[in-house]
C-alpha cells in the first residue's frame, strides 16, 4: 500500500478498508489514524510507567533519610524517568497527534510514507523493552541523569550502558523517520489551495519541529555513539588521560538538548493555537506573528546551547553572549503569549475541559518561562545550578506546559478520534485536580532550590523536610489525578453521547468538516479550501 | 495515476535531500570533537592551551611579577603520589624559570603515567610558554622508583595586566595499559599545534 490510498476508486477504497483482525492489524497497519493512536496509547501507558517511577523519586524524599530504596536505584530512577517521559512520552504524544492530525488538517488521504510510518511506531516499543529491562540486569540501568554526562556515563557507568546507547539510537531513528514523514506530508501532501499560509498553526509548528528533529537528533545519535566507544573501544573523546575532554561532552550534548526542549513545546503552541480560538469565538489573533515567532525560536535554540553550562568555568565574554541570546527567546516567546491573550480579549469565552487546560498552559507554562529567564542571569545561576530550582522550572514547562497541552489536544479532538463526547464532568475534575496538585508539587521546588537543595539526591539535609512532604503529598495527587484521565479515555471510547461532525461551535479547520468519528480514510477526494 | 506517481517522484527526492540533512548532521556531531579543539586552541578557552616555545625568552619585563601557582592530583586508577616541590613562583614576564616535580611509585608494578595540564584563569594559558616539560612525554616508573620531572617556562611579555595569578594544574592519568597504542600522543600534538599558532 502506498499513495494509492488517494486513488477514489470505490473499489480499491472498498478494499483497504477490509483490515485485518486482532493484533495483525495493529502491527501491520499503515494508515495515520491507527498509528496515531498507537503513539498516543503507547505514550500514556510509557506517562504512567516514568510516572510511577516519579512516585518512587517522591516516596524516598517524603522524609530525610534513606527509607526506601537505595542510593544507586534512585538514581536509576530519576535517570530512567527523566529518559521516558521525554523520549516515551512527551515526543510520540505529539507524533501521535501529528500522525492523526496533520493529514486531517491539510486536506491530505493520509500521511506520505505510511510504511515508514508503521516502522517509526513499531522500533518504539523495542526501544523501551530495551532501556527498561536494563534495570534488571546485574549491575543495574542507568544511573547517571538523563542528560548522561561523560564520565558518568562512561568511566562510571554500569555495564548495561550499551543498552542504553542502543535504546537511544533506535528512539532517535524512530523520531527522525516521523520527522521526514510529517515534512514530506507537508510540503508535497497539502490538498489544492492549501498555501503555507493557510496552514492551521499546529501543522506550522510541526512543520518546525519536525526540521529541529531533522537537524539535532543525528547530534544525539553521535554523542551516544562516542560515549559507546569511549566505554567499550578505547577512545578517548571525553576522556582527558587520552586528550579528551569532559567539558566537549557538555557542548555536544546541550547543542541537541536545547533544540530538543523546543521540540518539546513547539507543538504545544499549534495545540494552544487552535484551542483558544476555538473556545474565544474569535479568529487566531496575529497569524503570521505567531509563524514568524515559531521560526524564530527554533533558530534561536541553536545559539544558547551553553547557558546550561554557565559553571563550567566558561569566559565572561562566552557567559554574556549565551545570557543574552537565552533572554531574546522570550521576545518571540512573548508574542505568543500575548497573541493568546489577546485572542481571548473580548471573546465569548467558555470554559470545557480543553479550555481550561489551555489557560492552565498560558499562565502555569509562563511560571515556567519566568523561571527560566532567572536562570539566564549567568550570576544568579552560579546560585541555581543543579538546585531543585532548576527542576521546578524544567517541570513547569514540560508538565504544565508540555503535558497540559496533551491533555487539552487530546479532550479537544476526542469527539473526533471516537465518536462519542467525552465525559465533561469527569474532565472537569481531571482539570481540577491535575492543576491544584501540580502547583502543590512544583510550586514548592522553587523554595527549596533556591534554599540550596540539590537536585538528584536521594537524600537531604533537615530544614528542607516540610516543604518535601508538601512537594511529595502533592505529587501522588497528582499522579492519582491522571488515572481519572484514564477513565475519561476509556469511557468515551466505549461510548455516550454521540458528537457532531463539529462539536465546538467557534472551532475552525478541516478536520471538522469531515463527519465524526472520522473515516479511516480522510480526505478520499480534496477538499476545498476556502 | 499520473498525479500519484508525480507526487511519488516529489516525495523521494525531497527524502533523499532530508536523509543527506539527516546523515550530514550525524557527521556534524562528530565534526564537533575538532572543531572544539581548534576553537579552543584559538582563543585559549577552557585552559588547556598552553603555549609550547622551542626557544627561550630573552627580553625581561623587570616592572612587574606574575605569580604561578601549582597544583597536582591524580587521577582515579592512578596509585603514584605526585606533588610540586614548590607551592608557586614569583616571576618577571619573559624571565625564564625550572621547577620541579615529584613523582613516586608506590606499588609493585611498573606504571606509566601521563600528566595533563590545565590552566586557570582559562584565557592566562595564552601567555605561558614552556619550552621543556615532562607532561609532552609519558613518564615510565618501576616498583618503588621516584623521579623529579622538570618544567621550564616563561611567561609572555604581553600578559595582561590584570592577570597577575595564574595556577597551572597538572592531573596524572595512567596510561599503562594503553601506552604506545598512540592515542595518549594527542595532547603532545595538541601542545604542537598551539606552537605552530604563534
Known amino acids: 500500500m502506498n499513495t494509492a490510498t488517494t486513488t477514489s476508486d470505490e473499489q480499491q477504497q472498498e478494499h483497504h478498508d477490509h483490515k485485518p483482525k486482532g493484533i495483525m492489524r495493529w502491527l501491520l497497519t499503515t494508515n495515520h489514524k491507527d498509528i496515531g493512536s498507537l503513539y498516543l496509547m503507547f505514550s500514556f501507558l510509557m506517562f504512567l510507567i516514568g510516572g510511577a517511577m516519579a512516585m518512587i523519586i517522591r516516596a524516598e524524599l517524603y522524609q530525610p533519610g534513606l527509607q526506601i530504596v537505595e542510593p544507586n536505584f534512585f538514581n536509576q530512577m530519576t535517570t530512567v524517568h527523566g529518559l521516558i517521559m521525554v523520549f516515551g512520552a512527551v515526543m510520540p504524544a505529539f507524533t501521535g497527534l501529528a500522525n492523526w492530525m ?8 493520509d500521511m506520505a510514507l505510511p510504511r515508514l510510518n508503521n516502522w517509526s511506531f513499531w522500533i518504539l516499543p523495542m526501544a523501551f523493552t530495551i532501556l527498561l529491562s536494563s534495570l534488571f ?52 501532501m497539502r ?18 519541529t519536525a526540521f529541529l528533529l531533522i537537524a539535532v537528533m543525528p547530534v544525539l545519535a553521535a554523542t551516544v555513539t562516542m560515549v559507546l566507544t569511549d566505554k567499550y573501544f578505547g577512545t578517548s573523546f571525553f576522556a582527558a588521560a587520552g586528550g579528551g575532554d569532559p567539558v ?61 553550562m554557565f559553571t563550567t568555568g566558561m569566559p565572561v565574554a562566552a557567559e554574556l553572549f549565551f545570557m543574552y541570546c537565552t533572554m531574546l527567546i522570550s521576545v518571540p516567546t512573548g508574542v505568543k503569549v500575548f497573541n493568546w491573550v489577546a485572542t481571548m480579549w473580548r471573546g465569548s469565552l467558555t470554559f470545557e475541559t480543553p479550555m481550561l487546560f489551555a489557560i492552565a498552559f498560558i499562565v502555569l507554562f509562563t511560571i515556567g518561562g519566568f523561571s527560566g529567564l532567572m536562570l539566564a542571569i549567568t550570576p544568579a545561576d552560579f546560585q541555581y545550578h543543579d538546585t531543585y530550582f532548576v527542576v521546578a522550572h524544567f517541570h513547569y514547562v514540560l508538565v504544565t506546559g508540555a503535558i497540559f497541552s496533551i491533555m487539552a489536544a487530546a479532550y479537544y479532538w476526542l469527539p473526533k478520534w471516537t465518536g462519542y463526547m467525552y465525559d465533561e464532568r469527569l474532565g472537569k475534575i481531571h482539570f481540577w485536580a491535575s492543576v491544584i496538585s501540580v502547583n502543590v508539587l512544583f510550586f ?3 523554595f527549596l532550590g533556591l534554599a540550596g537543595m540539590p537536585r538528584r539526591v536521594p537524600d537531604y539535609a533537615l530544614q528542607f523536610a516540610d516543604f518535601n512532604q508538601l512537594v511529595s503529598l502533592g505529587g501522588f495527587a497528582f499522579g492519582l489525578s491522571q488515572l481519572i484521565f484514564l477513565v475519561v479515555v476509556i469511557k468515551c471510547a466505549r461510548g455516550g453521547e454521540k458528537a457532531p461532525a463539529k462539536p465546538w461551535e467557534g472551532a475552525e479547520g478541516l478536520e471538522w468538516e469531515m463527519p465524526s468519528p472520522a473515516p479511516y480514510h480522510s480526505h478520499t477526494t480534496p477538499p476545498e479550501i476556502k | 495515476m499520473t498525479e500519484q506517481t508525480k507526487v511519488a517522484q516529489k516525495n523521494k527526492r525531497l527524502i533523499v535531500k532530508l536523509g543527506s540533512a539527516i546523515v550530514v548532521m550525524f557527521c556534524f556531531g562528530f565534526a564537533l570533537v575538532p572543531l572544539y579543539d581548534v576553537l579552543c586552541e584559538v582563543t585559549g578557552l577552557n585552559g588547556r592551551t598552553i603555549a609550547r616555545s622551542d626557544t627561550a625568552s630573552s627580553l625581561i619585563d623587570e616592572s612587574r611579577t606574575v605569580r604561578l601557582q601549582f597544583t597536582t592530583s591524580v587521577a582515579p586508577g592512578m596509585p603514584w603520589q605526585f606533588k610540586p616541590m614548590v607551592k608557586y613562583v614569583d616571576v618577571h614576564p619573559g624571565e625564564n624559570e625550572v621547577v620541579k616535580f615529584k613523582a613516586l611509585n608506590p606499588t609493585g608494578q611498573r606504571v606509566v603515567g601521563q600528566a595533563v595540564p590545565s590552566v586557570s584563569p582559562g584565557l592566562g594559558g595564552l601567555y605561558l610558554n614552556k619550552t621543556e616539560c615532562f607532561c609532552f612525554d609519558q613518564q615510565a616508573l618501576n616498583s618503588g622508583e621516584s623521579v623529579e620531572m622538570g618544567l621550564v617556562f616563561f611567561i609572555s611579555k604581553d600578559i595582561p595586566e590584570e592577570l597577575k595569578t595564574l595556577t597551572l594544574s597538572y592531573t596524572l592519568f595512567n596510561v599503562t595499559e594503553t601506552a604506545g597504542a598512540g592515542i595518549i600522543n594527542i595532547p603532545a600534538q595538541r601542545q604542537t599545534l598551539a606552537a605552530n599558532i604563534y
Open chain 1, 248 to 308: 566537549l561532552f557538555q557542548h555536544i550534548f546541550w547543542f541537541f538538548g536545547h533544540p530538543e526542549v523546543y521540540i518539546m513545546i513547539l507543538p504545544s503552541f499549534g495545540i494552544i493555537s487552535a484551542i483558544i480560538p476555538a473556545f474565544s469565538r474569535k479568529k487566531l489573533f496575529g497569524y503570521s506573528s505567531m509563524v514568524y515567532a515559531t521560526a524564530s525560536i527554533a533558530l534561536l535554540s541553536f545559539l544558547v546551547w551553553a547557558h546550561h
Open chain 1, 444 to 446: 514548592p521546588m522553587h
Open chain 1, 191 to 208: 490538498a489544492p489551495g492549501m498555501t503555507y499560509m493557510k496552514m492551521p498553526l499546529f501543522v506550522w509548528t510541526w512543520l518546525i
Open chain 1, 137 to 188: 540486569m546485574e549491575g543495574g540501568g542507568p544511573n547517571f541523569g538523563w542528560t548522561f554526562y561523560a564520565p558518568l556515563s562512561t568511566t562510571y557507568a554500569p555495564d548495561s550502558t550499551a543498552l542504553f546507547v542502543f535504546a537511544i539510537h533506535i528512539m532517535g531513528i524512530s523520531s527522525i523517520l516521523g520527522a521526514i514523514n510529517v515534512v514530506v506530508t507537508i510540503i508535497n
Open chain 1, 102 to 109: 496533520i493529514p486531517m488538517m491539510i486536506g491530505a488521504p
